[in-house]
């Protein structure tokens, strides 16, 4: 009998981010409580620097953001906020860590959730990824479903499913 899989990912998609920022950005734009404000995205690799001129508009701006991210389908679980520091003409400013991938912390855990759940299939760490194999479909599907309830501190995608 033919072994099935799938790998569990946790990325953050960049182009869906980037159209996210933009929708936010217009938004802001025409909003009257953001008229001559300071406000910015500004995307560098694995962070976004989020830039208001007080903390309430910052906390109001990243709202916005995550609205935006959400209905594009970019999971607001892998952002990680940093702390508000001030910056340069009396504004403030927040780098906001976009998590890609996996950590090996995260990736034990699910590990032993499936291990603790007795549903017969194998999981091993691969890198940043973590690939479930089992001869039931229907005990892959009752996986994708454990780790869909659980309480994990990042959103997971199931790809590669064969």
Known sequence: MAEHSFDIVSKVDMQELS????????EIET????????????????????????????????????????????????????????????????????KQGIEQDSSKKINILIRDSKIKVKSQIQGDSIRVTGKSLDDLQAVIALLRGADLQLDLQFTNFK
């Open 19 to 26: 159209n996210a920022i933009t929708q936010a950005e217009r």
């Open 31 to 98: 909003r009257f409580d953001f008229k001559g404000t300071k406000t910015s995205f500004t995307l560098e690799k694995t962070d976004l620097v989020v830039v208001s001129d007080d903390e309430y508009k910052l906390k109001n701006v990243v709202d916005i953001l995550q609205s935006k991210m959400m209905k594009r389908g970019v999971p607001i679980k892998n952002m990680e906020f940093g702390k508000v520091e001030g910056a340069s003409m009396g504004t403030v400013r927040q780098k906001v860590k976009l």
